[in-house]
């Protein structure tokens, strides 16, 4: 029986994402536990590094990204880039069963949401053409239309470097995430380049020796590093439940679009095809919005524990008069 490339990645994308949403629950308990012998990690402290659990899941994350990556190789990114929202379903839902973290009836329509996009994602996704060199590729990632998506990209990122990210990155979450999402959709095509490569080193066809390689390797480094960085700023100034959503929708629609002007993922589709891929796409991105939603109505509504008590030192005074004591913090009623 022959498996095609598009079953290959998709198998790999949904192993990826299972991987990658279970580490999230492994390595929260892992904080937890080691929380109990020392300083947490919300406070600045490292004792989760020797704790094994939290290294089990940092080891899921790895073989998840691993997983991502080849996915690349064999399958289009429309295919496989939706398909890491999954990630999230299956983190949400863990979360309810270990972490009693509740998955209210909106965050399960979000679930249902990603899954139904996601089926119609692939029964319509497009077969890939692998390209046999990485000639072939170089030759690709020059044509003028991609020239041009590059362009425009690298001068958006400069002006958002240069001129918004001192004056509003820490006003307006679109700029250090608009800066991410552009050089992630430059990171995941040289990765998909590297892949090819490596791929075709590996059936006896060497692609060292030519200087594209190292090029697109040097390329992926740089990206990685800049994504990294402005990702970081984006988490440690605004809230988790809005990066999270918009940088998904942001990084997914602008890795899809560079990969079809690149290496034309919907040649040869008819209309159809491609309006149930971008339907799905919108179905994904939609339940993606609701389950973060869902998440930050219950930690609004939850809030931190509080606890409040009233100390008398004296029957005579009035209660105004006394002192109270008074604890903001789940963490006490552990």
Known sequence: MVVSDNTKGLILAV???TFIGSSFIVKKKGLKRAALFGTSAGVGGYTYLLEPLWW???VMMIVGEVANFVAYVFAPAVLVTPLGALSIIISAILAHFSLNERLQKMGVLGCVSCIVGSVVIVIHAPQEQTPNSIEEIWKLATQPAFLIYVAATLSIVLALVLHFEPHYGQTNVLVNLGICSLMGSLTVVSIKAIGIAIKLTLEGVSQVAYPQTWFFLTVATVSVITQLNY???ALDTFNTSIVSPIYYVMFT???IAANAIMFKDWSGQDVGSIASEICG????LSGTVILHATREEEEQST???TLTWYVSGDPVKAINDDH???????????
């Open 303 to 305: 809030g931190p524990g």
């Open 15 to 17: 192993l990826s994402s």
């Open 231 to 233: 990702l970081n700023k």
């Open 56 to 58: 089990a899941g940092m």
């Open 281 to 284: 796409f919108i179905t994904v």
């Open 324 to 334: 109270f004591i008074i604890l903001r913090s789940s963490d006490y009623f552990a």
């Open 253 to 255: 629609t602008l890795t």
